[in-house]
């Protein structure tokens, strides 16, 4: 234990959590977070200070460490010694056969799920990323970008309201600071939130208003053209004035879902709910006699769309299943 750990510490991201994974005789190890990771290093920040680690310069690491990882190193060489314990992890599936997961994040408490107002709004998407929050253990909150250039908002404003069971919703103009401001309250010193959602729907130019500045590179997208090009390549943890951090993170599109069976058993509990009433109750809500969900799916109840997603999910959640 590090006898009563400082704030300082604490604005890193240390809790007790972490705290009691430290043994009593371990006066000699410092904490440090990762906050960068690259193909072959990683960078560390611990209260004393900032530094890059090669992997291969890091052989007592079991585990390779991913951004938002707690390591204790020596207090004297600054080396990494070990990786504590992760309180949770953002996983995703990579693609192809050999159903791999891959940790992009570890060590976070929130998930702003990014979606813009515009063309690119997709609810099976939004669905996407509440699962992965869902799998996570963190709270999800929805960031509507792009309001400034909506005409119809309230067009949008419909379509989060059909989505059953949805988190709360922060209308924003991601470039202006006074349009923030709500968001900005939300996050206290020492919290990390991941930022999840497309390419070009203004992740990187929200973190720069939280900021105050631009640190982060922004992309010009012609707002017609759906794909964006990848300015983010690492995941960077970002720590605002408040001393709350943040992180970006790539398009949610490409984050394939893997075991998440019981996340999404949760972010579609309203399917849940209903499939408790077909008759059978390994139902596949195909052909089946007397199935609730084919019921709903008729009268309207249940959205196709939202059926098909969750079928989509289901399946590639499924670890025996190829996914492309
Ligand atoms: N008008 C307007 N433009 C925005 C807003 N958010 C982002 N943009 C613009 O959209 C483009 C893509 O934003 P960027 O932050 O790079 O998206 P990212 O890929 O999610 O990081 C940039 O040209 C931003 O200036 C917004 O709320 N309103
Ligand atoms: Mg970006
Ligand atoms: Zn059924």
Known sequence: MTNGYSEELASLGWSAFFDDQVAEDAASLEPARVV????????????????????RDAPQLEVRPTTGDWLLCDAATHDPVKLLERKNELQRRRSGHDHRSQIMLANFERIFLVVSANQNFNESRLERGLVLASQSNVVAEIVLTKIDQCSDLDLFRNRLNQIPLLPPVHEVDARDTGSCQELASLLHSGETTALLGSSGVGKSTLINTLLGKELQATQSVRDQDAKGRHTTIRRTLIQLPSGAIVVDNPGVRELGILDGEDAIAVVFGDITEIAAQCRFNDCRHNAEPDCAVRDALHQGALAHRRFNNYVKLLREARPSEPYA
């Open 36 to 55: 960068a990771v690259s193909r072959q290093s990683f960078e560390i920040q611990s209260l004393t200070l900032r530094k890059s680690v090669r992997i």
